[in-house]
RNA sequence: GCUAAGGUAGGGUAGUUGGACAUCCUUUAGGACUGUGGAUCCUUAGACCCGGGUUCGAUCCCCGGCCUUGGCCCCA
């Protein structure tokens, strides 16, 4: 083989293709039943957008270049930045609150693995201008229904970043960020070194109290009266309400800079390192990219992981019927053929001028649920004959009747 | 970036301790069989990841690379 496909890429051929959109087209119709309107942004962007909110380091881990202006560009390795760019640059004015969704790939370069490719997909909102219990509880609830229509096994982690912060507000940034590494990863060991290396050992047991903690009264009793309590509260509650299952966490940290309030993860349970399925939270970055400062709230779904977990099944099917033909009757068949497409009905001909024979064994091999055979003698009477693929019966009917019979099928 | 295992037709495999046309199943195309089936039979197409080295000779041994799959690091 001369040529291959660059590493960490895929070619997706139409049995998958039609997993992966049966996929997608769930979460799009859940995604617009709770009234988010989709946005695209352009596939490559410059790179300060990105370096702005995660730092120069990531430009190792992108497919940067320079385009043949001397630009600084690079494919997009997230879209959270650029819909908020998008944002800044032509919705600033609009009414609030905005609820928008993406279904658009992402790049990045690095070792691919299980659930990790170089070239990957996301699903995600952003929910911009909202700053309120109801809305950190619509976002979650808006990640919690997505991941639930596809069908996926997860577990839903909700936290908030204020009961940290509070606890690490003693150190300087640079030990912030280290304690957090330790807590996002579940790392007491690391946790409590790490402490005690800065000489702040008796954090260790309050730290290590939010990661366990299973109630809100657990959580409050380690960091008192914290002013987000009752926002945290309220949040929690509208979970509640509307009853979705979740696990409280207050030792998620992303090992981010930039969310700033409530923060939410996903897992599904049989992908290995990478099982993560969805993260997100509240963060505000409109002001980094000039725009006027806004609150906003969003999350990113793997969907190529979701696919990863969900593993083999096989979508809904319309049916397809395979017109069966001879030369002489092409004519009446195509006439045929253009009426059941017209009807909404996939169809297909014969291309090969084969016999009937070999006609309909294409036709089964290639999974097609009906047969219209059109030969000399139904070309004559105007009638076809309809041969369930399935059951192997079959009718000479008119195909205004073969319409109803085939659409009366559907699977 | 680190690490382990691996790479034989489109898919799945056998095999050679270094020897001649590389095995089988599936698949592709055609036929046996001309208005009705996934069967059967015959024929056909299709592979030793790439590049060096050792050797009379390498798919096999050695080195390097590429790619795949796990794990680590990272994960915006």
New binding site residues.
């Given amino acids: 083989?001369m040529i291959?496909?660059?590493?960490?890429?895929?070619d997706f051929l139409p049995p998958e293709m039609a997993q992966r959109r049966f996929i997608e087209q769930k979460m799009r119709d859940v995604a617009s039943s709770f009234g988010y309107g989709e946005v695209v942004t352009p596939m490559f962007e410059e790179q300060e957008l990105?370096t702005i909110?995660?730092g120069e380091g990531?430009i190792s881990?992108?497919y940067a270049f320079e385009d043949k202006g001397g630009r600084k560009i690079t494919l997009r390795?997230?879209i959270?930045?650029a819909v908020i760019r998008a944002y800044v640059n032509g919705a600033q004015m609009a009414p609030k609150p905005l609820r928008w969704f993406y279904f658009a790939e992402c790049f990045?370069?690095?070792?691919?693995?299980?659930?990790?490719?170089?070239q990957f997909w996301q699903f995600g909102s952003e929910l911009i201008g909202a700053d309120s219990a109801a809305a950190d509880a619509e976002v979650i609830a808006l990640s919690y229904a997505l991941l639930k229509s596809t069908g996926v096994r997860f577990i839903l982690k909700v936290g908030h970043l204020a009961p940290m912060k509070h606890l690490l507000a003693v150190l300087d940034a640079p030990a912030q960020k280290k304690v957090m590494?330790a807590l996002?990863?579940r790392?007491m060991e690391m946790l409590e070194t790490t402490l005690s290396g800065l000489e702040h050992s008796e954090l260790f047991e309050p730290l290590k109290g939010l990661t366990t903690a299973a109630t809100l009264p657990e959580i409050f009793a380690i960091t008192g009266d914290i002013p987000e309590k009752s926002r945290i509260e309220e949040t929690f509650g509208y979970l509640d309400a509307q009853n979705i299952p979740y696990e409280q966490n207050f030792g998620i940290a992303?090992?981010?800079d930039?969310y700033t309030g409530m923060v939410f993860e996903g897992f599904a349970d049989n992908?290995?390192?990478?099982?993560?399925i969805l993260?997100g939270g509240v963060y505000r970055l409109a002001h980094l990219f000039g725009g006027k400062d806004v609150p906003s709230c969003g999350f990113?779904i793997g969907f190529d992981r979701v696919l990863?977990s969900l593993g083999e099944f096989t979508p809904e099917t319309k049916p397809v019927v395979a017109v069966?033909c001879?030369p002489e009757?092409r004519a009446a068949a195509y006439k045929t053929a253009a009426a059941f497409r017209e009807a909404g009905i996939t169809t297909v001909m014969d291309l090969?001028d084969?016999?009937?024979?070999?006609q309909?064994?294409?036709?089964?091999?290639?999974?097609a649920t009906f047969?219209a055979?059109?030969?000399?003698?139904?070309?004559?009477a105007g009638t076809i004959?309809l041969?369930?693929?399935?059951?192997?019966?079959?009718t000479?009917i008119s195909p205004e009747s073969a319409v109803g019979v085939i659409h009366g099928s559907r699977r």
């Fill in positions: 083989m291959q496909k660059p590493r960490g890429t895929r990105f909110k995660s990531i881990e992108m390795p997230e959270t930045s990045r370069y690095e070792r691919p693995q299980k659930g990790r490719y170089r590494a996002d990863k790392d992303r090992g981010l930039y992908l290995g390192a990478e099982n993560q993260g990113g990863v069966v001879t009757t090969l084969r016999g009937f024979g070999a309909l064994s294409s036709a089964l091999k290639s999974g047969a055979v059109i030969g000399e003698k139904e070309a004559q004959t041969k369930d693929l399935g059951t192997g019966s079959q000479e």
